[in-house]
């Protein structure tokens, strides 16, 4: 209900000016809201009743023609070629980025589900990570390096998990001396990543975040439009929380905000700590300095996860009732 209520309310707000002169095309922004929410509503009803088994095939295919579509194209981790950053077959590198958070919690979910063994997750986690390397995106690495080793960690098998911790462990403090060391200096990612600092369109400025102080108090609460907010800034909002609120105002990050938290609610509540930080931080993180509000493959995960959550909740207040009447029965 409310991906519903945005939409109709991001269609009011763009209406309104188009009705005052803008371009009749700035609608489409609306119409977005309108297709993610068919993408929810059917992937949650399907995950809901069937489970995860279909999409595991499809994600597993998406998976594959993107670390195809890169390295057909090739990647040169010390130097950018004539071609610049890697888009994967996608529009541009920063979507290759966020397809790789999405891929990462995605491939985690199935994981958890038993979907995927834990061999082969390791596998797409791997694939994952790559991709957002070669995608030279600061989110995405940043994002993907976060949650990775939680990600990897057996949940399943209690005694793998000392190995893991152990393995792991020796593996930062390895990685670690050899950056220190230099051994790292020519990869083009780790001068991304170490110059972020120094650059200038990482700051929330660039990014568009303050657009809505070329405004007044209503534009404040009621939002300034796609076209305007686009003509102020240069280009479309950077930020997934930050682009609602400048272009749909304070009601409309109300409104997105509902739905996003009622999701994080529910996988905390089914998933506990770890499912939540692998299945919301990824592609929350990498919200704060890209949109992803039109990313479908953000909804797919925000649909099925959600659905999971609902399976599990139905088999928890199923199960007193089977103890009930199996007592009964006795």
């Given at each position: 209900m409310a991906l519903v209520a945005l939409f109709l309310y991001a269609s009011a707000v763009e209406s309104f000016y188009v009705i005052l002169g803008?371009?009749?095309?700035?609608?489409i922004n609306a119409v977005f809201?309108?297709?993610?929410?068919?993408?929810?509503?059917?992937?949650?009803?399907h995950v809901r009743e069937t489970g995860l088994k279909t999409l595991r095939f499809g994600v597993m295919f998406t998976a594959a023609i993107a670390f195809g579509a890169v390295a057909y194209f090739g990647v040169n981790l010390?130097?950018?070629d004539g071609q610049g950053r890697p888009t994967g077959a996608f529009n541009n590198p920063n979507q290759l980025g966020y397809f790789s958070v999405c891929l990462l919690s995605f491939t985690y979910l199935l994981y958890r589900e038993k979907q995927l063994s834990y061999w082969m997750a390791a596998a797409i986690f791997s694939i994952a990570m790559f991709l957002a390397i070669a995608s030279l995106s600061k989110a995405a690495m940043i994002s993907n390096f976060a949650v990775i080793v939680l990600a990897l960690k057996p949940v399943r098998s209690r005694s793998a998990v000392l190995g893991w911790a152990l393995a792991g462990l020796i593996g930062l403090l390895y990685l670690f001396q050899q950056y220190q060391g230099g051994a790292f200096d020519d990869l083009l990612f780790v001068k991304r990543l170490a110059n972020m600092a120094r650059e200038g369109d990482s700051s929330l400025e660039a990014r568009g975040y303050f657009a809505f102080l070329?405004?007044?108090?209503?534009?404040?609460?009621f939002g300034m439009g796609t076209q305007n907010i686009n003509e102020i800034v240069g280009?479309?909002?950077h930020s997934t929380f930050a682009s609602i609120l400048n272009n749909y105002g304070l009601f409309g990050l109300m409104i997105?905000?509902?739905?996003?938290?009622i999701w994080a609610a529910r996988l905390w509540q089914y998933f506990g700590l770890v499912g939540f930080i692998c299945l919301t931080v990824p592609p929350m993180a990498y919200g704060i300095t890209h949109d992803g509000t039109r990313f479908t493959f953000f909804w797919l995960l925000f649909a099925a996860s959600m659905a999971l959550a609902e399976r599990e909740r139905?088999?928890?207040?199923?199960?007193?009732?089977?103890?009930?009447?199996?007592?009964?029965?006795?």
């Open positions: 803008g371009d009749l095309l700035f609608l809201f309108l297709f993610n929410f068919i993408v929810v509503a059917a992937i949650y009803t010390s130097e950018l070329h405004g007044t108090p209503l534009h404040l609460l280009h479309e909002v997105f905000s509902a739905a996003i938290f139905r088999s928890s207040s199923l199960q007193p009732m089977a103890k009930s009447i199996g007592s009964v029965r006795v």
